[in-house]
């Protein structure tokens, strides 16, 4: 495999190259607006089966879809004090509703019209808690409304100053969780019950490795009771929230009055949750997988599992290459996978084989006038290995392969999540551990804030979660990893996107 000219290593610039793996692989590109991308093709496809996968679970679970609007009263984000307090520096503000020409030549043509100026401005939605709550207020009378459990696919504004593709972007794609139950025990189930799928749509989907915990006070959703979170661990040691699932207690039900009569006759707010995942996930799976040939894409998740390339020298060749290429790829569709026949004559094998690695395409088929006279084609994985398998059993060998190159990417990102991680260091050790290589560090933490912000001052590093007990040290650490103080739990440091 010829390594990719313009694709930069990892060892040389881990930003650079993520960025040239997503112009490779065409996943995305910048748009006129700052900040705000746009998603290709490639990219949309993948975040379309990501949709498809986790919508699928959360309709197992008993949610249904809907539709808030884009635009939120500006008055509403006032009613929760912490939630307007974490949104204010990066809400879009509509103000006006027409533009006027006047009369000017070029891009003074038009201007904002100032008397269309709105009575009460509003906010793009960085999220939307207010008015869905705002909605829950007239839909929830009775306990026998609840568990009211919605979700939508939407796109959100925070205004970011600092943006990079999928990662951190103005605008993005997620969905948003809504969910309002009669007591505390039941907005908490759901809050882990959100938390378990995300998990398990991580791992079985991006085959990404997450540790699952809670976040501490100083990380928390504003506006929450508590935030769970999943975290992953990147290929330059740094880690990414890939989501996140809130119990809100009743803030935002005494906020928005959402009162509901219980079994008993009495009045009483409702308890809720909410939770997302977005578009960064496309980020995460490209940081956990890809090399420095391009996007390696988890099957289940790849626009495109497999490519048959034809190989011909003479037209005669050409036209038998091409007709068992046709059948091999109807074989495969009607297993369901998602099959393309690369039969363009203007470019040699090679360069064919080079660019949809850098797509990430997971397996290649490679199919020649000697495999054809020996009954066989030839099996090319992504992620190395290549070796003949008999024509007849093509569809069988692809569907093994697939299953083996999304197990083993999985089980290669949790072994070295593993092998990067320290437990139980001392503050010594951790410095060392977090300026150097970095990674997911375990210690003991005290649960002071003013602690916690010292941390980040002076390494950058921040607690990505207080483990559930399924991650956390055999041994229990006593005292805080950085002051000394009696510890009151385990904490995973890291520096993060
Ligand atoms: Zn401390």
């Known amino acids: 495999m010829a390594q990719a000219k313009h694709i930069t290593p990892r060892a040389k610039d881990f930003s650079e190259w993520y960025g040239d793996v997503i112009e490779h692989a065409q996943l995305a ?44 009263p500006m008055s509403f984000l006032a009613k929760e004090a912490e939630h307007v307090e974490g949104f204010a520096k990066e809400v879009a503000v509509v103000t006006h509703t027409r533009l006027k020409a006047t009369g000017k030549q070029g891009k003074d043509a038009i201007a904002v019209d100032p008397s269309s100026a709105l009575e009460e401005p509003l906010v793009v939605r960085p999220t939307s808690e207010t008015i ?50 009669v007591d505390e025990a039941d907005a908490e189930r759901e809050a882990r019950l959100i938390l378990g799928i995300y998990r398990r749509f991580n791992e079985e989907w991006l085959a990404m490795p997450v540790l699952t915990g809670l976040k501490t006070d100083s990380e928390r959703f504003a506006g929450a009771l508590r935030t769970y979170a999943i975290e992953a661990l990147m290929q330059d040691n740094k880690a990414i ?27 009483e707010y409702v308890w809720s949750t909410s939770w997302g995942v977005s578009t960064r996930l ?10 420095d040939n391009g996007l390696v894409a988890p099957p289940k998740l790849a626009p495109v599992q497999v490519v048959i390339v034809p190989i011909w020298k003479t037209d005669d060749e050409k036209n038998q290459v091409s007709a068992t290429g046709y059948r091999v790829k109807e074989d ?80 290669a990102a949790r072994e070295r999540r593993e092998k990067n991680s320290i437990r139980g260091a001392t503050k010594a050790q951790f410095l060392e551990f977090i300026k150097g290589s970095g990674g997911f560090a375990y210690g003991g933490f ?33 005292t805080c990893m950085w002051c000394g103080a009696p510890s009151v739990a385990e904490a995973v440091w890291a520096q993060a996107y």
Request: net charge positive; proline share 6%; aromatic share 10%.
């Open 132 to 181: 869905i709550y705002a909605m829950y207020a007239k839909w929830i009378q009775s306990y026998r409304d609840l568990p009211l459990l919605l979700n939508q696919w939407c796109n959100i504004v925070r205004w970011e100053l600092r943006t990079r593709p999928f990662l951190r972007t103005t605008e993005f794609l997620w969905q948003e969780g809504h969910t309002a139950h």
């Open 446 to 478: 005290c649960g002071d804030p003013a602690c916690e912000a010292e941390i980040k001052q002076q390494t950058n590093a921040t607690i990505r979660l207080l483990p559930d007990p399924e991650f956390r040290s055999k041994e229990v650490p006593k």
């Open 241 to 267: 929230q890939a989501g996140t699932s809130h119990n809100l207690g009743q803030n935002f039900a005494k906020a928005f009055n959402v009162q509901y009569q219980t079994a008993a006759g009495g009045l």
């Open 282 to 291: 496309i980020g995460g799976l490209i940081m956990t997988h890809s090399d």
């Open 332 to 411: 495969l569709e009607k297993a369901g996978i998602r099959v393309e026949l690369d039969l363009r004559d203007t470019m040699k094998p090679g360069a064919k084989y080079f660019e949809w690695e850098g797509f990430g395409v997971p397996v290649r088929l490679e199919i020649g006038p000697r495999d054809l006279a020996s009954g066989q084609v030839v099996l090319a994985r992504r992620t190395g290995g290549k070796a003949p398998v008999p024509l007849q059993e093509a569809t069988a060998a692809v569907t093994k392969a697939l299953d083996e190159i999304q197990a083993s990417l999985l089980a």
């Open 29 to 72: 590109d910048y748009s006129p607006v700052r900040g705000a991308m746009v998603i290709r093709p490639n990219g949309y496809r993948i975040w379309e089966l990501m949709q498809r996968a986790l919508d699928e679970m959360l309709r197992a679970t008993g949610h249904r879809n809907a539709y808030f609007p884009l635009f939120i």
